[in-house]
C-alpha cells in the first residue's frame, strides 16, 4: 500500500529541494575548489614555497593526485559495499527518510571538518573527505529511491529534469559566493620566522567547506520537513537481526530483476554509458589543465584558472537547460530514443575533443556542449529506470542496483582512463576508451527502442 499521493506539488517541491542541497558537494569538493585547495596545500608549505608534487602517506611515498584519486576511488568502494545492504534495511522497516537524513547529516558535517585539513596529518585529514563521499552519494540512493513514489509515469521525466535543474542553479549560486569571498575578501597572511605578523582580509579558502555543509544541512531541512518519512508499510518490525534482514530484501529484489530482461538490458547499457559520463567529469579539469595550450609563466597559469571556473560554470548553467530539453525530447520521441541521442552527441564530444581541441576557445565549445548532454543523460537515465521498475515497495532495493551499477563505473571508468594515459604519454589518447564505452552503451540500448514501456 503506497501512502504518498503522486504528483503532489508540496511533495515534488520538496523532494527536488534535495538536488539543490546536496549538489554542493560535486561541484565545490569534487570539482571546482577542494581538488585546487589539495594540490596546493600538498605541494607548498606556509611561506607559499613549492615543495614538490611527493607526499607522504602511512609511511610511503606517493604523488598528491595518485593518493587524491585513491581515495577518492575507496570511498566509492565503501558505498558500493554498504548501500545495497542498507537499502534493505530501510525496506524492511519502511523508513527510509530516516537514512536519507543520516547521510545528509554525515556528509555534510564532513564537509565542515574539511576546514581542519592539513599536510602535516593528511591521513587524518582525508577521513572527512572520504566520509563525505559516504554520505553524499549514499543519501542518493535513498533520495533517488523516491521518485517512482511521489510521480507518476507520464511526469517521473519533468520532475527528474527538474531535480537536476534545481541542483545546477543552486551549487553554482555557492560556488560564485566562494569565488566571490576568496577573490574579493582575500586572506594573506605575513610570516616571519614561522610568526603570523600580519593579516589581510577574512576568507580562507576553507571557509567554502564551512559553507557548503550549512548550505547542505540547511536546505535539506526543507526536504525532511514536507517529504512523507514511511515510503510504504513496513515489511516488519523487529529490529534483531536488522543485516540478514536487509540481504533478504536484496535477494528477493534481485530474484525479480533477473525475471526482468528489459531492465537488466537498460542496467548494461548504463553501466557503459555512464561509464563514460562520469570519467569524463572526474577527469575534465585535469585534462584542460594538461592537454590544452594556456601558454607559459604566471599570467597564463591565472589564465588557466580563470578558465576552468569558467567553463565549470559553463557547464552548470546549460546543465540547467539540457535537463528539460531532454525531458521535453523524451515526452516527443520516448525515453529511449531520447538517451541515444544524448550518447550520439557524447560520442562526437570525445571525437571532437580528440581531434581537435587544443585551445581555450574550442575547450569552452566542448563544455558548452557536455552542459548541455550531462544534465538530460543523468536525470533521463534516473527516470527510465524509474519506469522499468515493477509495482513494488522496494524502491531503495531496486535502487540500490542502479547506484551500485553507477559507481562501479566511476571506478572502472577512471582507472581505465588513468592505466591508458599513462601507457601512452598522454590524456588526449584516453579519449579513445571513452568513445567505446559510449558505444557499447548505444548497441546494448538498440533493441530497447523497440519498445513503447517507457515511451
Avoid at 418 to 437: D, E
Wanted: charged share 15%; proline share 2%.
Amino acid at each position: 500500500m503506497n501512502l504518498i499521493e503522486k504528483d503532489n506539488a508540496k511533495t515534488i517541491r520538496a523532494w527536488s529541494f534535495y538536488d539543490w542541497a546536496n549538489s554542493v558537494f560535486p561541484l565545490v569538493i569534487t570539482s571546482a575548489i577542494f581538488p585546487n585547495f589539495y594540490d596546493y596545500v600538498t605541494t607548498h608549505d606556509e611561506n607559499k614555497n613549492f615543495l614538490g608534487h611527493t607526499v607522504n602517506f602511512l609511511g610511503f611515498e606517493f604523488e598528491n593526485q595518485n593518493i587524491y584519486t585513491f581515495i577518492y576511488a575507496f570511498a566509492l568502494s565503501i558505498v558500493v559495499l554498504i548501500t545495497p545492504i542498507l537499502s534493505g534495511v530501510a525496506d524492511y522497516l519502511g523508513n527510509k527518510k530516516r537514512f536519507l537524513q543520516f547521510f545528509c547529516y554525515l556528509g555534510s558535517i564532513s564537509c565542515m571538518c574539511l576546514f581542519f585539513f592539513t599536510r602535516e596529518h593528511l591521513e587524518l585529514s582525508f577521513i572527512p573527505f572520504i566520509t563525505a563521499t559516504i554520505g553524499f552519494w549514499g543519501s542518493l540512493v535513498y533520495y533517488n529511491s523516491y521518485l517512482p513514489e511521489i510521480a507518476s509515469i507520464e511526469n517521473q521525466d519533468k520532475v527528474s529534469a527538474r531535480g537536476f535543474a534545481l541542483g545546477y542553479f543552486g551549487s553554482s549560486l555557492l560556488l560564485i559566493l566562494c569565488l566571490i569571498g576568496i577573490i574579493v575578501f582575500k586572506y594573506e597572511e605575513t610570516v616571519v620566522d614561522g610568526i603570523v605578523v600580519s593579516t589581510k582580509g577574512f576568507f580562507k579558502v576553507k571557509y567554502a567547506f564551512l559553507l557548503t555543509g550549512i548550505w547542505w544541512m540547511g536546505f535539506a531541512q526543507y526536504t525532511f520537513a514536507n517529504l512523507p518519512n514511511k515510503n510504504h508499510k513496513a515489511h516488519g518490525s523487529d529490529k534483531k537481526g536488522l543485516v540478514s534482514k536487509g540481504f533478504k530484501e536484496l535477494r528477493n529484489v534481485w530474484a525479480q530483476i533477473k525475471l526482468m530482461p528489459l531492465l537488466k538490458r537498460f542496467l548494461t547499457s548504463y553501466f557503459f554509458f555512464n561509464m563514460g559520463v562520469q570519467t569524463i567529469m572526474v577527469v575534465a579539469v585535469l585534462f584542460a589543465r594538461n592537454e590544452i595550450e594556456w601558454g607559459e609563466g604566471e599570467a597564463a597559469e591565472k589564465a588557466k584558472t580563470n578558465a576552468l571556473i569558467v567553463s565549470i560554470l559553463i557547464i552548470q548553467f546549460v546543465g540547467i537547460a539540457g535537463s528539460f530539453l531532454f525531458s521535453w525530447l523524451s515526452r516527443k520521441i520516448g525515453n529511449i530514443q531520447a538517451l541515444m541521442t544524448s550518447i550520439a552527441i557524447w560520442i562526437f564530444i570525445c571525437v571532437f575533443t580528440y581531434a581537435v581541441v587544443h585551445t581555450p576557445v574550442e575547450f569552452y565549445i566542448v563544455a558548452f556542449l557536455v552542459g548541455l548532454v550531462m544534465g538530460g543523460v543523468q536525470a533521463l537515465s534516473r527516470s527510465t529506470y524509474s519506469k522499468f521498475l515493477p509495482e513494488t515497495e522496494d524502491h531503495t532495493s531496486f535502487f540500490s542496483f542502479y547506484d551500485v551499477i553507477e559507481k562501479l563505473g566511476m571506478i572502472l571508468g577512471t582507472v581505465s582512463f588513468s592505466v591508458i594515459s599513462q601507457v601512452m604519454g598522454g590524456m588526449r589518447a584516453s579519449i579513445l576508451s571513452l568513445i567505446i564505452f559510449f558505444i557499447i552503451g548505444m548497441i546494448v540500448l538498440i533493441p530497447l527502442t523497440k519498445k513503447s514501456l517507457v515511451k
